[in-house]
């Protein structure tokens, strides 16, 4: 009898540990500790239900994509993650914290503790793009903007834009605007890095390029990386760990080389591509 995807993430669900990786998987990089864990987290919209007792964690600096036909969840996730949607029901353990058991002023100071690349960029237009990069520094800091332009300018020279730090983002292409995103993510030195479809409307050069930086970047600075995307090219090339979810549900959590050598008939297709599988248009 087939298994179609709904049912393979019903059984990996009930299966899969709190920290969410399956047995005998084992970390390929970071240092086998967790600052982001996502523990039976459901969340429904109305009569939607998008996520259906969630459990992943996140290895500490090292990079994990979460992979998944558009609607599963992927952006929610992101927004649980970062304090913006409180969940029906489960926790969201930053360091060790719930945070929604704390008050919202420690979860404003948690949330500095995050640099998010959103999918546009989502850049002030009004603000060329070093004040762009400066505004959080300004607006969460007490340093002089001495100080603050020493790590702007650092910042975009490390993402290639210390030629274009007057230029505003109508100037700018998407590919550029990316990545003073990027720059401007990066600049108060997050522990944790989440990255919303950082490949959407990218071509595959400018989405090849853009993988490469991200790679440089954590070689730098290190930091725990989260990617959700459906680009299979982007995880392939960045992924420490790959995490597959379908219908608000892990169907797949593991090394990268495991899950695109996996025999699952679900994660193969998935990652293959093929219209040949558990996976169809519905």
């Known amino acids: 009898m087939s298994t179609t995807p709904a049912h393979r993430a019903a059984e990996l669900t009930d299966t899969l540990p709190a920290h969410g990786v399956l047995p005998g998987q084992r970390p390929a990089a970071g240092n086998g500790t967790h600052s982001m864990e996502v523990r039976g987290v459901h969340k429904a919209f109305g009569d939607f239900k998008v996520l259906q007792g969630m459990n ?12 998944g036909p558009s609607g599963t969840g992927k952006s929610v996730l992101i927004k649980h993650l970062v304090g913006l949607l409180e969940p029906d029901a489960g ?3 930053i360091h060790g914290q719930d945070i929604w058991r704390i008050s919202e002023s420690e979860r404003y100071e948690l949330r500095k503790k995050f640099g998010v690349l959103f999918q546009d960029g989502a850049l002030f237009g009004s603000m060329n793009l070093y004040d762009n990069t400066a505004f959080p520094l300004r607006k969460h800091t007490d340093l002089s903007e001495h100080d603050i332009s020493d790590i702007v300018l650092e910042r975009l020279h490390e993402v290639g834009l210390d030629k274009a730090l007057t230029k505003y983002p109508n100037e700018v292409s998407g590919g550029m605007r990316k990545r003073a995103g990027f720059a401007r993510a990066l600049v108060m030195d997050p522990d944790i890095v989440l990255f919303d479809e950082p490949d959407s409307g990218l071509d595959p050069v400018r989405t090849s390029l853009l993988n490469d930086l991200i790679l440089e970047m954590h070689r730098q600075h290190k930091g725990t990386y989260l990617l959700v995307t459906h680009d299979i090219r982007t995880a392939r090339k960045v992924s420490d760990y790959v995490g597959l979810i379908w219908k608000g549900k892990v169907v797949h959590y593991g090394e990268a080389e495991a899950a695109f050598n996996s025999a699952d008939p679900f994660v193969r297709q998935f990652l293959s591509g093929d219209s040949a599988g558990p996976l169809g248009m519905d």
């Open 91 to 93: 926790e969201i353990l």
């Open 56 to 67: 992943l964690n996140f290895v500490d600096d090292a990079i994990t994509t979460v992979l």
